[in-house]
């Protein structure tokens, strides 16, 4: 059983389910691989910047992609006589 993923960010496959997990506050973020066979929990790598949602995978199996938050901010912008 899975403990806890971070943000939905969780891809099944035919061998086994990879995902990420957070010890908790400015802690990395580990991505994990569940493997059914053998009911083993391997890790793959380790983020120290949030991950969202979105996870997949290339259909050799060879690359995986995520979304990481770089930096969370926002601008506020003036646009005058715009039509």
């Known amino acids: 059983m899975l403990q806890a993923v ?39 790598a380790q983020t120290s910047k949030p991950v969202q949602s979105g996870l997949t995978i290339s259909p050799d199996g060879k690359i995986l992609l995520y979304s990481q938050v770089d930096q969370n901010g926002s601008e506020i912008m003036l646009a005058e006589n715009f039509r």
């Open 6 to 44: 971070v943000n939905r960010a969780f891809l099944p496959t035919a061998t086994g389910i990879y995902f990420f997990t957070s010890g908790g506050r400015n802690r990395p973020y580990t991505l994990q691989f569940l493997e059914f066979k053998t009911d083993r929990i391997e890790t793959i």
